[in-house]
């Protein structure tokens, strides 16, 4: 499944203008008939990526394809290198999470030299325009969110307290608050505020500070990601709130399913990132056979439109968080650590 009519390879070193080393470990891919596929990925600490990765390994076992992984843990300069090495092995295509998705326009245009299709992934890239895009429509998980929380409080006042103001995904959710809920004009929006490194205990004194100015009087706490509003949630406790302040997250972590079932936190939005590894792949073994794969909607990241392929994502509620639990990826969590009662969830 080899592409044909390849280029040869050009240094990404000499797009960037600085040296880099290549991976000893890697070697240049034999010209066989094996699907070669090439990831970059950016972070791998957090307890998602290995469901990502996951899924990626699994579905390239299912065509027979070699699949290649690296980590960057979010340096920029150290993808620079890995990226170099896997383009080293000639591979038919390359996904890449960017750890910066300006400068990683360099790489489009040194795989695109060879040949070789990109697809982005999780983060597009916006400098150069790629083949196709896999990953969660922040966005209308944040539209999910704000419709979430009208269902909950249709009318009263409002604290959004948003990621940090430099985490574009963080504020992509933020907006799409605002042009859900500037919509009604019976909801009040008193306390609006970042949170830098999006801090945890950052976002409790926020909600601490939102609380005492509103006198307690509050409808909805809007957080973007479970990691806050599982300890933003302690606010709610401390005052016995729980059931009657609408509070939103985004992934669907443990904690926060924890809370969801004791009827602490209102909702989170969960995607099953195995799947979306495996819609990777799937995707890469499409592209090398000059296929176009699923596209949900066509999108311009900056650089031209991109076909585009979104998770599918999920409200998680009191109601269906059973459901979600018993239908997570195994590993991601479980009826014993969500449920202080394991009959909660037959």
Not at 48 to 61: L, N, Q, S, V
Not at 164 to 183: G, H, N
């Amino acid at each position: 499944m080899i592409l044909q009519g390849r280029k040869p390879r050009l240094l990404l070193a000499a797009f960037i203008g600085v040296a880099v080393p290549i991976a000893a470990s890697l070697t240049v891919h034999a010209q066989d008939d094996k699907l070669h596929i090439a990831v970059a990925m950016n972070w791998e600490s957090q307890q998602r990526w290995k469901f990502d990765r996951a899924g990626m390994e699994a579905e390239a076992a299912k065509h027979g394809a070699e699949i290649s992984i690296l980590f960057a843990n979010n340096d920029a300069t150290k993808q620079i290198s890995q990226v170099e090495a896997l383009l080293g092995r000639n591979p038919d295509v390359l996904i890449i999470d960017p750890a910066d998705k300006q400068a990683a326009g360099q790489f489009v245009l040194s795989a695109h030299e060879q040949g070789i299709p990109v697809i982005a992934y999780d983060e597009p890239i916006t400098s150069q325009k790629i083949d196709y895009f896999v990953g969660r429509d922040n966005y209308a998980a944040g539209v999910m969110q704000a419709e979430e929380a009208l269902k909950f409080a249709p009318s009263g006042k409002y604290a959004l307290i948003t990621g940090d103001p430099s985490f574009e995904i963080a504020q992509v959710i933020r907006q799409a608050w605002v042009d859900t809920l500037t919509k009604n004009s019976s909801i009040k929006i008193v306390f609006d505020q970042s949170i830098r490194a999006n801090d945890p205990a950052g976002a409790l004194a926020a909600a601490e500070n939102a609380f005492s100015a509103n006198k307690d009087d509050l409808q909805a706490l809007m957080i973007p990601f479970d990691p806050i509003a599982s300890v933003v949630a302690q606010a709610i406790l401390s005052r016995d709130l729980q059931g009657k302040v609408f509070l939103s997250g985004l992934d669907g972590e443990t904690a926060s399913l924890n809370l969801i079932a004791k009827g602490v936190q209102t909702m989170t939005v969960f995607a099953n990132y195995y799947d979306a590894g495996v819609s990777a792949v799937q995707a890469a073994v499409m592209l090398a056979e000059k296929k176009m794969p699923e596209v949900s909607k066509m999108v311009d990241f900056g650089a031209g439109e991109v076909p585009t392929y979104y998770i599918p994502l999920t409200a998680v509620t009191k109601e269906n968080v059973c459901e979600v639990v018993k239908s997570a990826p195994e590993g991601w969590t479980s009826i014993s650590a969500v449920f202080d009662h394991p009959d909660d969830c037959k």
